[in-house]
């Protein structure tokens, strides 16, 4: 075994362990779950077969944590927002609980600001460092195992044969970046009010309402794309995957 192969178990398996000065609580850890394919069959069949190509984000502690791209050099790529927040594009299949961390408040805040530093945002890759590895990697930090594989199939299968990968799940549709604050904007703000993570009620309808108005009337002139953001194969990055833009 390659001596940083060992360094990282090392580090991800002391990660999860209470420190001796905190009392035992458990924190629970849970995974949600998006589909990126439009509903309709094809995103059906896919799923029960589980061939979906999926959008991943852990929760803990009320906040949902996911991994996104972007072209701001040593910013990181991870984000928060409130669970269940479907991302462009998305749509919300399952929860699962993954498990729990004994670790305190402190040291799960060590380990995601840590995580944080690892996932920059200008790292990110659609098939070999995507939100699906971040959860994965968070997972085994806070409980000593990581995510399901089965999340990072579709990708495991585009890294392998990157022929057969349909161009539509790559290409980003019609809507805004992913909602959400980044976690070293937050570290920098020290701000600690939810209200930032959020959408207002009538802005996420409106938002929904001019999606549906995409669809729906095709023959009317799409509105401006945003600036497509690459991955570090060139890729378009779809705009669930990329995480919210730095403020200036």
């Known amino acids: 075994m390659p001596a940083s192969s060992s360094r990282h178990k090392r580090q991800s398996s002391s990660m999860y362990r209470p420190s001796t000065s905190s009392s035992l609580t458990k924190t629970e850890v849970k995974i949600h779950?998006?589909?990126?394919?439009?509903?309709?069959?094809?995103?059906?069949?896919?799923?029960t077969i589980g061939g979906s190509l999926l959008h991943s984000g852990l929760v803990i502690n009320?906040?949902?944590?996911?991994?996104?791209?972007?072209?701001?050099?040593?910013?990181?790529?991870?984000?928060?927002?409130?669970?269940?927040?479907?991302?462009?594009?998305?749509?919300?299949?399952?929860?699962?609980?993954?498990?729990?961390?004994?670790?305190?408040?402190?040291?799960?805040?060590?380990?995601?600001?840590?995580?944080?530093?690892?996932?920059?945002?200008?790292?990110?890759?659609?098939?070999?460092?995507?939100?699906?590895?971040?959860?994965?990697?968070?997972?085994?930090?806070?409980?000593?195992?990581?995510?399901?594989?089965?999340?990072?199939?579709?990708?495991?299968?585009?890294?392998?044969?990157?022929?057969?990968?349909?161009?539509?799940?790559?290409?980003?549709?019609?809507h805004e970046t992913a909602d959400g604050e980044l976690v070293d904007e937050e570290e920098e703000e020290h701000d600690d009010d939810e209200r930032a993570a959020m959408l207002p009620r009538d802005k996420r309808r409106n938002r929904d309402q001019v999606s549906n108005q995409r669809i729906t009337s095709r023959n009317k002139t799409p509105p401006p794309r945003l600036v497509l953001v690459k991955d570090t194969s060139g890729r378009d990055m779809p705009a669930c995957e990329r995480a919210p833009m730095p403020k200036r």
């Open 33 to 47: 779950v998006y589909d990126l394919l439009p509903p309709g069959r094809l995103s059906s069949i896919l799923w």
């Open 62 to 174: 009320e906040r949902e944590y996911a991994y996104g791209g972007h072209d701001r050099k040593g910013v990181s790529g991870v984000y928060w927002t409130r669970p269940k927040l479907e991302p462009p594009g998305g749509t919300f299949r399952c929860e699962i609980i993954h498990g729990f961390t004994v670790l305190s408040q402190e040291e799960i805040t060590e380990v995601i600001n840590d995580t944080s530093s690892i996932f920059q945002g200008t790292k990110y890759n659609l098939l070999s460092n995507n939100c699906n590895h971040f959860s994965s990697y968070l997972c085994e930090r806070l409980t000593g195992r990581p995510g399901p594989a089965w999340l990072n199939r579709a990708a495991s299968v585009g890294l392998a044969l990157p022929c057969v990968v349909p161009k539509e799940w790559i290409t980003p549709p019609d």
